[in-house]
């Protein structure tokens, strides 16, 4: 089956540290622009970070820039987002999504950044 | 970045009937390959996005052929033509064509 299911949300105080992964089934997962986006609960979608085919080229918005890593395992099939200094304001369900349309999304994950 | 807004916030249809989502770009949407990068995005409620229509007008496989979008340049628009009870969700655009990729702030489409 064509899936992506992300882990790795918890809740974690400010300024520390989270791993989400995304794993990937059913595709040629390196093939495959992969992107990270991030929804506040009843609030709208925003992009985070985008890895090309391969990993040769890696974006992020300014909002996570320097404090975020993206990286991709691809003898797993897994997409990777390193977060540092965690903020209150990272607080959201985020959302792996393939290709460079993301035509693809997972369920999400909860991160909740909180003291 | 390019600030994509809709209209309208919230959009209360009678089933059967149409509907109609506007999403205008600060820029162009044009891109030098030729293409006009502008998604539509479904999400239900409780569901993650799902995408329906990419560069502007081609359907998903699997979306039903009552979704159609059409537009160009600066100003693009999602019509269902008539609305069904699952269709009920919030509906979001995105641009694809400019770094960072940036999404419209949601129409929310309910039954009246």
């Known amino acids: 089956e064509v899936q992506l299911v992300e882990s790795g949300g918890d809740l974690v105080q400010p300024g520390g540290s989270l791993r989400l992964s995304c794993a990937a089934s059913g595709f040629t997962f390196n093939t495959y622009w992969m992107h990270w986006v991030r929804q506040v609960p009843g609030m709208g979608l925003e992009w985070v970070s985008r890895l090309s085919p391969h990993g040769s080229s890696i974006t992020y918005a300014d909002s996570v820039k320097g404090r975020f890593t993206l990286s991709r395992d691809s003898a797993r099939n897994t997409l990777y987002l390193q977060m540092n200094s965690l903020r209150a304001d990272d607080t959201a369900i985020y959302y792996c999504?393939?290709?460079?349309?993301?035509?693809?999304w997972g369920q999400g994950t909860t991160v909740t950044v909180s003291s | 970045d390019v600030v994509v807004t809709q209209s309208p916030l919230s959009l209360p249809v009678t089933l059967g009937q149409p509907a109609s989502i506007s999403c205008r770009s600060s820029?162009?949407?044009?891109?030098?390959?030729?293409?006009?990068?502008l998604n539509w995005f479904q999400q239900r409620p409780g569901q993650s996005p799902r995408r329906l229509i990419y560069k502007v007008s081609y359907r998903d496989s699997g979306v039903p052929d009552r979704f159609n979008g059409s537009g160009s340049d600066t100003d693009f628009t999602l019509k269902i033509n008539r609305v069904e009870a699952e269709d009920v969700g919030i509906y979001y655009c995105m641009q694809g064509t400019h770094w960072p990729f940036t999404f419209g702030g949601g129409t929310k489409v309910e039954i009246k």
């Open positions: 820029q162009s949407l044009a891109h030098s390959d030729e293409n006009t990068y």
């Open positions: 999504a393939r290709g460079y349309g993301l035509d693809l």
